[in-house]
């Protein structure tokens, strides 16, 4: 078996997963999938994509809740099909996983394509700025691995186009320049810093969520789990697990289908695969096969307040099997304008170094009406990296 150096440490892949960044979808109506997500969940558009010399509509929109440049895309469906990004039956047109360094990126591409794997890209992506390789699992999903996405300071402004000249579609010749040279190669072209997308918030900020003002009662700081309906489980756990390097939390049963929980890192899962033939006993929408979209908030005071939020802007939620969502207690299920369930939670159990979860007696039970306040909880609580304020 081969090994690989990653970082001085013995692997055997080229590479190891870190977070799951961003997923993209493909959608037929952007603008009305956009307003759910920046108006209702409160992402903020940091670019959309334009057709160089073309139309004057956006083919994609990104957009994030942190400091990543997206942490989710928007693409319209006819232009991500003709980007080879989506096959048919399909609207998950990325689930990215973010790497440590460039040389992963590199490696692993070499690696999948030794392993005859199927690469939709690799290369550079403009705007976000991140070095990456895509490459499909069984059902044709794009997975990527990305090294190095763009971050949006305080003033919420993205990279202006000026500076995004470095786009790539070769595998890059290593070592590189670092980014801040790239910057200052543009800058000493003449070119501002100042000219950038800025994000802003819509809405009123009339909610008081945790002492700042916000529009709306709740603030998204991590995205993932997702869950992912597929054509051969067996398949899918062995890509995820053997091409990708990630483990088997828990498997489960949910209305008689078998469901596997799998984890990149010490969260209970990040992938959650589920045969194709659960979705319509769900009752989600035959026209993707992401079956969840994972979006934590805050707090579970946020989440109470998010349910009531939604329902005040006309959406119903979602009763789906807690089966789905083993790891995570308290849950509430809403759909997007085109079918795609998003999945709200406030917690996700942690299973450390030993990835054992708890077991059911050591759960938390969720009444059917949720209390104001929750008891103690039994487990330490993960460390949460989102940096900066709410808003
Ligand atoms: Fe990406």
Partial sequence: MTVYDVGGVLCARPFRLGRLGHIGISVDDLALTER?????????????????????????????????????????????????????????????????????????????????????????????????????????????????????????????????????????????????????????????????HVWNDVGEATYDVGGVLLPRPFKVINSGPIGLFVQDLDASISFYLDRLGMAVTEEGTCLGERLVHLRSGTEHHTITLMPISLRAKLGLSDRSTLATYGMQVGSYRQLRDARRFLAEQGYSVLELPPEIHAGIDFAIHVVDPEGHCVQLYYELEQVGSSGRPLSPRERRVVPDVWPEQLDPPTATSPNRTFQGPLG
């Fill in 36 to 196: 759910f997500y920046r108006e209702v969940l409160g992402f903020r558009v940091t670019d959309h994509l334009y057709e160089p010399g073309g139309s004057p509509s956006p083919l994609g929109t990104f957009l994030t809740y942190n400091s990543d440049h997206h942490a989710m895309v928007l693409a319209d469906t006819a232009a991500a099909k003709a980007r080879g990004f989506n096959a048919p039956g399909l609207t998950l047109n990325q689930i990215s996983f973010q790497v440590s360094t460039l040389q992963e990126v590199v490696e692993a591409h070499e690696m999948f394509v030794a392993d005859g794997l199927s690469i939709r890209a690799i290369g550079r992506d403009i705007p976000g700025s991140n070095w990456a390789v895509y490459v499909a699992d069984p059902d044709g999903h794009p997975v990527e691995l990305f090294y190095g996405m763009e971050q949006i300071g305080w003033d919420g402004r993205s990279k202006p186009s000026g500076f995004r000249r470095y786009r790539a579609t070769e595998p890059p010749k290593l070592p590189r320049p670092a980014e801040r040279d790239e910057i200052q190669d543009v800058i000493n072209l003449g070119l501002s810093i100042a000219d950038g």
